[in-house]
C-alpha cells in the first residue's frame, strides 16, 4: 500500500515570500503524483500533476513541483505567494495500476499575511 | 455545467437518523469515489465503484452503503448516524485505465453535522 507524508502542517509566509511544500510518498511501483488545492470553503481542485516525462511541471497560478524519484519526493513551489494562495494544500500520489484510488497526505495549511 | 455535483450542499441532524447524500457526475466517468474529511482536513477514501460495481471498501463501517444506480451516479446511505460521522463528505470521479487521465474531478463536499 501506499503512503504519503506532508511535512508541514501550517506554514504562514508574507506576500511576495517564495514558497516550497514537502511531499515524500511510499509506494514499490510507478506512481501518478499530484497537489491538489482546497480554498476556505471550496471543494478540492487540481493544482497540477505529474505522470511522465520532464519531473518539472507547471501548475496553475504559477505553481510548479519537481519529482525526484530517488527521494520519492513531490515538493510544491511558488518563487513569489500572495494573499489569495491561502489554502490547504493536499500532495496525493496514485499507483498507475488498474483500480488505483489518490492517497492524500494530511494537507498543509498556508496562510499568507498581505 | 457542473462536473460533479453533490446534494445536499449542507446536511443538519439527530443522532439516530438514516440519511442520504446524492453524487452525479456528467463527465462520462466509469469511476466515482466517496471520500470523507475529518475536522482536521484529513481526507481518506471510503468507497470505489467502476461501472456500478464496488472495487474498493475502506473499513468503513457497515451503517454506511452507497448505492450505484448508473455509472453517472454513486449516492452514501447513512443508517443510524452517530457524532462521530460529522464531516465533509467528497464525491469524485475518475476515467479509470486510461494512462494519463486518471485525474479525479471532486465534488463540492457536502457538510455532514450530527447533533
Known amino acids: 500500500a501506499q503512503s504519503v507524508s506532508q511535512h508541514n502542517h501550517h506554514v504562514i509566509l508574507s506576500e511576495a515570500a517564495s514558497l516550497e511544500l514537502g511531499c515524500n510518498y511510499s509506494?514499490?511501483?510507478?506512481?501518478?503524483l499530484f497537489w491538489y488545492v482546497q480554498y476556505p470553503g471550496q471543494h478540492l481542485q487540481l493544482l497540477l500533476k505529474y505522470f511522465s516525462g520532464d519531473p518539472l511541471v507547471k501548475g496553475i497560478k504559477g505553481f510548479e513541483a519537481e519529482f525526484i524519484k530517488s527521494k520519492f519526493s513531490f515538493n510544491l513551489r511558488k518563487p513569489s505567494v500572495q494573499w489569495s494562495d491561502t489554502a490547504e494544500y493536499f500532495c496525493?500520489?496514485?499507483?498507475?495500476?488498474?483500480?488505483?484510488?489518490?492517497?492524500f497526505g494530511k494537507g498543509t495549511m498556508l496562510l499568507v499575511s498581505p | 455545467d457542473t462536473a460533479v455535483s453533490q446534494t445536499p450542499k449542507y446536511l443538519v441532524t439527530q443522532m439516530g437518523n438514516d440519511k442520504s447524500i446524492k453524487c452525479e457526475q456528467n463527465?462520462?466517468?466509469?469511476?466515482m469515489y466517496w471520500y470523507k474529511q475529518d475536522s482536521k482536513k484529513f481526507l481518506k477514501i471510503m468507497f470505489s465503484y467502476n461501472n456500478k460495481e464496488l472495487i474498493i471498501n475502506e473499513t468503513v463501517p457497515n451503517r454506511f452503503s452507497p448505492k450505484s444506480p448508473d455509472k453517472a451516479h454513486l449516492n452514501l446511505h447513512i443508517n443510524s448516524l452517530e457524532l462521530g460521522d460529522s464531516a465533509v463528505y467528497f464525491c469524485?470521479?475518475?476515467?479509470?485505465?486510461?494512462?494519463?487521465?486518471?485525474?479525479?474531478?471532486f465534488g463540492p463536499g457536502t457538510r455532514l453535522t450530527v447533533l
Open positions: 496525493a500520489p496514485l499507483p498507475n495500476s488498474g483500480y488505483s484510488t489518490l492517497t
Open positions: 509506494y514499490g511501483g510507478t506512481v501518478n
Open positions: 463527465l462520462g466517468h466509469d469511476t
Open positions: 469524485a470521479s475518475s476515467q479509470v485505465g486510461r494512462p494519463g487521465i486518471d485525474e479525479q474531478f
